[in-house]
């Protein structure tokens, strides 16, 4: 079965860190460019982070540049995102999803193939 798995999230003070990781199962990310997604209660899903399938690439939203480092270890079949100084606004669902079609050196957040069910942060006092 073909699957992304999502783990690390939880409940976190403000400032605080957390590290999310996106496991695959099924196949290898090698060939796959990844991006981790979130959605706030009664908002729409935003991109956060992509990595390209090189690793040379990466893209971060405005709203987390300076704070997110996105990384991947293709040995271990698993994507990560790093959150540092987390805020309120940073509460919400986490997805990690994948894609074949932005090829070797670029990342999107459209035309994803795989989706993980999410890990909820929560970043409260």
């Known amino acids: 079965q073909l699957q992304l798995v999502e783990s690390g999230g939880g409940l976190v003070q403000p400032g605080g860190s957390l590290r999310l990781s996106c496991a695959a199962s099924?196949?290898?990310?090698?060939?796959?460019?990844i991006g981790w997604f979130r959605q706030a209660p009664g908002k729409e899903r935003e991109g956060v982070s992509c990595i390209s399938v090189s690793g040379s690439s990466r893209n971060y939203a405005d709203s987390v540049k300076g704070r997110f480092t996105i990384s991947r270890d293709n040995a271990k079949n698993t994507v990560y995102l790093q959150m540092n100084s987390l805020k309120p606004e940073d509460t919400a669902v986490y997805y990690c999803a994948a894609s074949r079609g932005w090829g070797w050196g670029n990342c999107g957040y459209y035309g994803m193939d795989y989706w993980g069910k999410g890990t909820l942060v929560t970043v409260s006092s």
């Open positions: 099924g196949f290898t990310l090698d060939y796959y460019s």
